[in-house]
């Protein structure tokens, strides 16, 4: 069942798939339409709208032979078919940082998960433009140099304390995250 309600933005109104069947692709044809995922409420609601749209088949199996989605769900569509989750991941992802937890997602390795996105959330410092920047900040937020005479302070030197602090941190396109 298609949705029509009011709600928050998610990824999965940057998503669409081209649904075809293999069916058809086997016998020539491409004949399918570009479906927004962001449509329908869940997975079956979604699948029940392409077995409407290839009624002529007795059992369609789909083929996605196009999508576009944002990087963050990079290896969750694919041909056949896409993770039983995506419409979960998407809502624990509604009103978050997608960037951030993408950087982090890059800079560890991990998979797109709820797990993930607490972690991601978790462990997020800041977004520095360099290392510099985030000895900066760090010495700010810290009070580090609280109490310590003008004099003195104007001769700290970020650059060299920044190198020494990035690593206590991950960092993937500007964005820290702390490793403990």
């Known amino acids: 069942m298609q949705t029509n309600k009011t709600r928050s933005a998610t990824p999965l109104d940057e998503c669409r798939v081209y649904v075809g069947t293999y069916g058809k692709y086997n ?3 491409i004949f399918g339409k570009w479906v927004e995922l962001s449509d329908f409420d869940s997975q079956e609601d979604f699948y029940n709208f392409c077995k409407g749209l290839h009624k002529d088949e007795e059992d369609p199996e789909f083929m996605f032979q196009d999508f576009e989605a944002p990087e963050i769900f990079e290896g969750l569509i694919h041909e056949s078919g896409f993770r039983e989750d995506l419409w ?3 809502g624990l992802l509604e009103d978050e940082d997608i960037d951030m937890i993408a ?3 890059q800079a560890t390795g991990s998979k797109l998960d709820s797990d993930t996105i607490e972690r991601a959330k978790d462990f997020f410092y800041g977004r520095f433009d360099s290392d510099t920047d985030l000895a ?3 010495v700010e937020s810290t009070g580090l140099l609280h109490g310590m005479p003008e004099t ?3 001769y700290f030197d970020y650059e060299a304390f920044g190198r020494d602090l990035a690593f206590d941190f991950m ?3 500007g964005y820290y995250f702390s490793n403990y």
């Open 27 to 29: 016998n020539g044809s």
């Open 88 to 90: 979960e991941l998407s």
């Open 103 to 105: 950087a982090y997602i």
């Open 136 to 138: 900066h900040e760090y």
């Open 152 to 154: 003195v302070e104007r």
């Open 171 to 173: 960092e993937f396109n």
